[in-house]
């Protein structure tokens, strides 16, 4: 069954102190690792797709990165709008048409100012 | 505007009773999804339909029944409300396997 590990479950950071948030997983064929970020009462907001180990992807002050155990979130000089709960997610071998995200259980992410 | 729509945004009900959530996208994709998000935060599939097909089912009670009138819209019915059903439920939609995008859900409160 696939499963994927966040950690930690929660960062607390001062404005500016850049860190890595760490999503591990075990999928039966990786189609694609998602990031959303997801802010208190609201939905998931997609942030990246990542489908090969080495690939790397930027936006802002976030950038992501996947081997083929591990994906980590790189937060660069955080601000305090970053603070949100950042979800990872995968999408494993296409089987019987099932498209289903596994998620793991979120990293909240404080930033002090 | 919205991309994926929801009604309504909070839902408060007693146990027993029998309540809907109704889901629309605007971005012309042909898959939807239910999601459950528990107290503890952890994002679960329910079910998936594909242009008014179901695809993915999970391990769920059968008084919750999904129904799907066109590609665009996708409910979720629940019977027989119980103490355990209280969570936040998100729709999603994609396009195909791709980028799954979120409602932004609807707090179920049963009492």
């Known amino acids: 069954e696939d499963q994927v590990t966040q950690s930690p479950e929660a960062l607390r950071l001062q404005e500016g102190e850049s860190s890595s948030l760490n999503c591990s997983y075990t999928?039966?064929?990786?189609?694609?690792l998602f990031w959303y970020r997801q802010d208190p009462g609201k939905g998931p907001e997609f942030l990246f797709t990542?489908?090969?180990a080495g690939e790397e992807k930027e936006k802002e002050r976030l950038k992501a990165t996947l081997t083929k155990k591990e994906s980590f979130l790189h937060i660069t000089a955080p601000k305090p709008e970053d603070s949100a709960t950042y979800l990872c997610?995968?999408?494993?071998?296409?089987?019987?048409?099932?498209?289903?995200?596994?998620f793991g259980k979120g990293m909240k992410l404080t930033v002090n100012p | 505007d919205t991309a994926v729509s929801q009604t309504p945004k909070y839902l408060v009900t007693q146990m027993g009773n029998d309540k809907s959530i109704k889901c629309e996208q605007n971005?012309?994709?042909?898959?939807m999804y239910w999601y459950k998000q528990d107290s503890k935060k952890f994002l679960k599939i329910m079910f998936s339909?594909?242009?008014?097909?179901?695809?993915i089912n999970e391990t769920v009670p059968n008084r919750f029944s999904p129904k799907s009138p066109d590609k665009a819209h996708l409910n979720l019915h629940i019977n027989s409300l119980e103490l355990g059903d209280s969570a936040v439920y998100f729709c999603?939609?994609?396009?195909?396997?791709?980028?799954?995008?979120f409602g932004p859900g609807t707090r179920l409160t049963v009492l």
């Open positions: 999603a939609s994609s396009q195909l396997t791709d980028t799954q995008y």
């Open positions: 999928v039966s064929g990786l189609r694609g």
């Open positions: 990542l489908y090969s």
């Open positions: 997610a995968v999408q494993g071998d296409f089987q019987g048409g099932s498209e289903k995200l596994v």
């Open positions: 971005l012309g994709h042909d898959t």
């Open positions: 339909y594909n242009n008014k097909e179901l695809i």
